[in-house]
């Protein structure tokens, strides 16, 4: 099965956050808050969206940081995604 965003909505995958101590030591289950970090994996046609003309800024593969209460949580496939919208992209890790 594929997830295919409609409108101005971004399906993202989130990355998981690693953190690694002074000496080198991977610590990958810390209990506190993980960045919203994802890479996009989908990304709908944009269009016109609620009477205005949205262009879609985001493409497969980017890496970015998503707002913090924003979309929606979906698993397929045992694997999560969440859902969305562009404007709940802050910013795209270059």
């Known amino acids: 099965m594929k997830l295919v965003p409609l409108g101005d909505r971004v399906v993202l995958k989130k ?25 996009v994996v989908a990304v709908g046609p944009g269009g016109v969206v609620d009477g205005k003309e949205v262009k879609m800024e985001v493409k497969v593969g980017d890496q970015v940081i998503y707002s913090k209460y924003a979309g929606s949580d979906v698993e397929m496939d045992e694997e999560k995604f969440i859902i969305v919208k562009q404007n709940d992209i802050l910013a795209i890790i270059q």
């Open 15 to 39: 990355l998981v956050a690693e953190e690694t101590t002074k000496s080198g030591i991977v610590l990958p289950g810390q209990n506190k808050e993980k960045p919203q970090q994802a890479e």
